[in-house]
Structure formats: structure tokens, C-alpha cells
């Protein structure tokens, strides 16, 4: 059984930094698609990054570019999301994800992955 625990949230003041991780087990992802996204209250699940299957160069939200960081930690069989600069509108909570079929024009739909984590709080406070 496929089981994501994230881990490394929290609250920060902004212009702060965070990192968050995520941790599979069941299963080894070294060459699955890896991702980020973040669900604030009364919006839906938003993309944030992820790191397509082998091969694919890391894709990033317009709003977090230059800010996050996206890598894989293939010995712990997890995904890394390092935050930078965070502003209080990255106030969410984030969940990662992984698939091992998905297609690159899929990448940024939350409907099309098959393994999520419970999620984990960010709050940035101004």
C-alpha cells in the first residue's frame, strides 16, 4: 500500500523560509512524477511544482518562480519543496503527489494524479 507523509510545515514570518518533504513508502518513485500543491480555504487545489518522470526539467506556478525549489531525494524515496521569500498569500496547505503515468500536459491538473499525501499547513504571517 502507497502512503505520502509530508512533513516541515509550520508558521513563518514573511520574507521567511521553510522546507518541506515528502515520504513515500510501498513503493519505489525514482522515476514516477513527483509534485506540490496547496489548497487555501474556499479556493481549489492549485499546482505549484513538479518534477516531470525521468528526463523532464522541474515546472513551477508563475507565482512561486524564482521563490521554491522542487528536487528529488531518490535514497529516501521522497520529494523535496524548499520555500523561500514566502509571502502571506502562500498561506495553504500543501500536498504532495506522485504518478508514475502521467503525461506532461496533465502535470498541473490535481485530478490526474493517483497518490496524495494528507497535506501539510503553511501560514506566513505579514
Known amino acids: 500500500q502507497v502512503q505520502l507523509v509530508e512533513s516541515g510545515g509550520g508558521l513563518v514570518q514573511a520574507g521567511g523560509s521553510l522546507r518541506l518533504s515528502c515520504v513515500a513508502s510501498?513503493?519505489?518513485?525514482?522515476?514516477?512524477?513527483m509534485g506540490w500543491f496547496r489548497q487555501s480555504p474556499g479556493k481549489e487545489r492549485e499546482f505549484v511544482a513538479v518534477?516531470?518522470?525521468?528526463?523532464?526539467?522541474?515546472l513551477y506556478a508563475d507565482s512561486v518562480k524564482g521563490r521554491f525549489t522542487i528536487s528529488r531525494d531518490k535514497p529516501k524515496n521522497a520529494v523535496i519543496l524548499q520555500m523561500n521569500d514566502l509571502r502571506p498569500e502562500d498561506t495553504a496547505i500543501y500536498y504532495c503527489?506522485?504518478?508514475?503515468?502521467?503525461?506532461?500536459?496533465?502535470?498541473?491538473?490535481?485530478?490526474?494524479?493517483?497518490?496524495w499525501g494528507q497535506g501539510t499547513q503553511v501560514t506566513v504571517s505579514s
Open positions: 503527489a506522485i504518478d508514475e503515468r502521467i503525461i506532461t500536459s496533465s502535470l498541473r491538473l490535481p485530478n490526474q494524479w493517483d497518490y
Open positions: 510501498g513503493r519505489t518513485f525514482n522515476t514516477a512524477a
Open positions: 518534477i516531470p518522470r525521468t528526463g523532464g526539467r522541474a
